[in-house]
């Protein structure tokens, strides 16, 4: 069984993201740009850390709303940095802001975030990277490779013998051949 599977439930802050949110598919805009800047904090980071200020990055972050973040100028960057509640990295910041603006062009070259995510799929982890490095900020490996499976597109969210994982694969994830509820190929 894998360690998180082993740790996360009924542990009072991983157990809820664990059984209910990590590796199911997502295509719901705010989710993907939330759990993508999620990732990026944690890089270097505890998971749980993340997880205990989960709410106050979203308060911070206009509820992770795609165009509310694209609009943040120095003003926001300046409250953000100064906010005790949140992870103050003034790169990881700046990197959820311009990936918000990102996310506004990939709208325009395939109608969502989530519809760029399926226009791509499969690809293998190292096609993925390479992807996500010449298309957003702050995205190296360890971000890429977690982002895409708490999302459904690769494997190893969750061990076969955890009770999670059967309901994921009743979902019909994109890692194990379905749409896993992705938006066609553009």
């Not at 998971?47 to 709410?55: I, M, P, T």
């Not at 298309?135 to 982002?147: I, K, L, N």
Request: proline share 5%; aromatic share 12%; hydrophobic share 45%.
């Amino acid at each position: 069984m894998s360690w998180y599977c082993e740790l996360a439930p009924g542990h009072p802050v991983h157990g809820s993201y664990h059984d209910s949110e990590y590796g199911f598919p997502a295509t719901d805009e705010t989710v993907l740009f939330e759990r993508l800047s999620l990732e990026i904090f944690q890089a270097g980071l505890s998971w749980l850390l993340v997880l205990k200020k989960r709410e106050a990055l979203n308060l911070a972050f206009a509820g992770f709303s795609v165009d509310r973040v694209a609009a943040f100028g120095e003003d926001d960057v300046a409250r953000l940095l100064a906010d005790a509640g949140i992870i103050r990295n003034r790169a990881k910041v700046r990197a959820v802001i311009a990936n918000a603006n990102r996310i506004r062009v990939l709208r325009g070259e395939a109608g969502s975030f989530a519809g760029w995510l399926a226009a791509h799929h499969p690809l293998d982890e190292k096609d993925w990277l390479r992807l996500f490095r010449n298309t957003f900020s702050f995205t190296g490996p360890e971000v890429v490779r977690e982002f895409l499976m708490s999302i459904g597109y690769l494997p190893g969210a969750h061990s076969p013998e955890c009770p999670v994982y059967g309901r994921i694969a009743a979902t019909g994830p994109a890692w194990m051949g379905g749409a896993g509820g992705a938006s066609p190929r553009f």
